[in-house]
């Protein structure tokens, strides 16, 4: 194994560790201490291009998760990845009117210094509150031969 296939293997072992932290603290998280946090969706910003970035918070010391025109779908593979990317490829849709789902939207989340460590759980939860008609996963899925984890995103059954 050469010395950059090792360092890309160590890198992506700690980035999934990172998400899975994060994802075994969902449902320990204290949901009243989300008040504390400033964010909203808004539909197409023109003269944006379609982007995701991680700044520090304008309005505390804490961090600012800002997305410009992206798809619903597009969205939930952000929170649910913890800001890695997925590929098209990797993101599923799985609902009954798939047009629906063409809009772009932008969203915001500034969150103080003790919420940082949960911001895409809270980002996950503000989607499934703004959009319940929607539920997302991860999922192992075979992709050209090989297994990878995908964002699978699919209608809510009533």
Known sequence: MTRISFFVLMLMLALCGQYEAAAQRKNSCDVSAYDRCKWGFSKFKSGFESSFHITPSRFNKGRRIIVYNKSLAELYAIALGAGNQFS????????????????????????????????????????EGQYPEYTAALEERTIGGVTMSCVVLRDKES
């Open 88 to 127: 098209c490829e990797q993101i599923i849709v799985n609902v009954r009117k798939p047009q629906m789902l063409q809009a772009k939207y932008c969203y915001e989340l500034n969150t103080p210094p003790d919420l940082t460590d949960v911001m895409f759980v809270i980002m996950q939860q503000h989607l």
